[in-house]
């Protein structure tokens, strides 16, 4: 019964490993980005890492429990100053961790690159106690949380999104789930970052504050829908007239970036003219 019951939990272990499922991707959430698949293989690469220098540690400490075991009362031979050894554990590691610090590297370079031509839009994140506010600058609308109505940022599949973040009050920090990527949304400075869409990325997600900024923190919540370019142009034309009626406090038409929302970062420089001088 007992090979049987291991032989079991062998084949659902290799069946759950299969692409794109959660044991594949080791308790990541499935990514949508093309930075999220990015940092998504350093994760796996650090596990497998790690995993090998755990089995080979525990091999190790196997074979010197069963080959080496005191046998009678005679007292093992003691040896010290192996120097060979010592050399080749220090190597290893340094050699180990200069590689996962190489990999690592080049991935947080890759998340914060901006690609040479402009991005095909850009919105300005807003955290504010304690709700959301995200400002489409390019398309002249904004959607702002409200108590009880959580905002949904809505964007289209393929497209390559530039955010700037900006706080009115204190730190916030900006995380969409599958970007697996936040980044801290400071008073007095605009952050920025670049996100590509994958284009099957089509769902609703989920997006939260990760940076405990007062009493009610755990209600600064949004929602993510990435929707076809077709639907995101339908979603707009009638964002844009619910915003021109006036009839809804969560939709407004976006005064540029002179508005208050976009300069209370305080540095005194509008969205468009820090994205003028890049």
């Not at 190597?91 to 402009?118: C, G, H």
């Not at 390559?160 to 973040?165: G, L, Q, S």
């Not at 508005?259 to 890049?278: I, L």
Request: hydrophobic content about 40%.
């Amino acid at each position: 019964m007992t090979p049987r019951l291991i032989g079991l939990v062998l084949l659902g272990l290799l069946a759950s490993g299969c692409k794109d499922t959660t044991f594949s991707r080791m308790g990541f959430p499935e990514p949508i980005t093309k930075q999220g698949h990015n940092l998504l293989g350093v994760w796996r690469g650090s596990l497998v890492t790690a995993a090998f220098v755990g089995a080979f540690v525990i091999a190790l400490i196997l074979y010197s429990s069963i080959f080496y075991r005191r046998k009678g009362d005679e007292l093992p031979r003691q040896v010290r100053y192996n120097l060979p050894i010592e050399v080749l554990y220090t190597l290893i590691p340094t050699i180990m961790v200069a590689v996962l610090f190489y990999f690592t590297a080049i991935r947080e370079n890759d998340q914060d690159k901006f690609t040479s031509q402009p991005a095909d839009m850009s919105i300005n994140v807003v955290g504010f106690q304690w709700n959301w506010q995200f400002n489409y600058l390019d398309q002249g609308v904004s959607v702002t949380g409200t108590p009880g109505n959580l905002p949904t940022l809505v964007l289209p599949a393929g497209e390559t999104v530039r955010f700037y973040e900006t706080s009115p009050d204190v730190v916030h920090a900006f995380w969409v789930i599958p970007f697996l990527f936040k980044r801290d949304v400071l008073p007095g400075r605009i952050n920025s970052f670049q996100e590509t869409l994958d284009l099957n990325s089509i769902g609703h997600y989920q997006g939260k504050c990760t940076e405990f900024c007062g009493t009610y923190h755990d209600r600064m919540l949004f929602k993510i829908d990435v929707v076809s370019k077709a639907d995101y142009q339908a979603w707009l034309a009638r964002t844009k007239s619910i915003a021109t009626a006036g009839g809804n406090p969560m939709f407004s038409v976006y005064n540029g970036p002179g508005s208050a929302a976009f300069k209370a970062a305080g540095t005194g420089e509008t969205g468009d003219t820090q994205r003028s001088h890049e």
